[in-house]
Nanobody, 126 residues
């Protein structure tokens, strides 16, 4: 069955860096656009970034642009999000998500995502 398992969350000081990973299984990762979505305490879901199946193109929310980098290792079925220059506003549960179909989607339309990981907690605090 399809599984998405995030890891790599933790506590980091403002200005620090962290990388979260998402191990995918049960489907060919190389065929799907993949996204990172986060949810801050008491707030709704926020799209962070999306990467094309080959990894050749990436897309970022304004809040993540120039600080975060999404990447993928299709050979090992892993999705990554490298986060630099973290601020307390980045504190959230970070989810990787896969859409129903291997086509481009509206990244912020949550109904178009079929599978979600359990989330990785990232806390930015001094």
């Amino acid at each position: 069955q399809v599984q998405l398992v995030e890891s790599g969350g933790g506590v980091v000081q403002p200005g620090g860096s962290l990388r979260v990973s998402c191990a995918a299984s049960g489907f060919p990762l190389s065929k799907f656009f993949m996204s990172w979505v986060r949810q801050a305490p008491g707030k709704g879901l926020e799209w962070v970034s999306t990467i094309t199946p080959s990894g050749s193109s990436t897309y970022y929310a304004d809040s993540a642009k120039d600080r975060f980098t999404i990447s993928r290792d299709n050979a090992n079925n892993i999705l990554y999000l490298q986060m630099n220059s973290l601020t307390p506003e980045d504190t959230a549960l970070y989810y990787c998500a896969r859409p129903y179909k291997p086509y481009p989607i509206n990244q912020s339309d949550w109904a178009q995502y079929e599978y979600w990981g359990q989330g990785a907690q990232v806390t930015v605090s001094s």
